[in-house]
């Protein structure tokens, strides 16, 4: 499954990994809409609405890649609830986002939250908290400037609970 825009990318490219009784869901986001999606080599669902409350069958899928789920959302928690409630029980989360950079990291900075992005840490616990077990940061940034804000990247792993 690929949430917003770049994961339904991901979820196409992935899609070829799908057994022959799989099924490739896409949730668009409307403010994705005027993007054109990739051709997925097999048929998929496309699922128009808020990922954050995508109306999708609870224990869906075994896999959700995603985009940015947190970044800059009013919500966070609202998003990684409505993820783990897809997955089935040990089913697999591959996110990428955008935080606030851990302060240890650079020599105390705390930078402002106005955009929503929210410090690593939180960022962490936020997942922790909705269920999400085996927290494994796959990839991250150095911390960079963007629109004015010090923040980085990461990618995640974690396992439905």
Known sequence: MGLGCAGCREAAAVSRRVGPAGLVVMVVTSGDDALELP????????????????GLRAGLADVVVSSCPAGGRADPSAMYRELHRILKPGGRLVAS???APHPARIGGYRPGR?????????????????????LRVLQGTAPYEADGRLVQSLTLEAVRG
């Open 97 to 99: 986002d955008v935080v």
């Open 39 to 54: 051709p997925a080599p097999r048929p998929a669902l496309i699922v128009r609405g808020a990922v954050a409350a995508t």
């Open 114 to 134: 106005a955009d929503g992005t929210i410090p690593e840490p939180e960022y962490l616990a936020v997942v922790r908290a909705a269920g999400f077990e085996r």
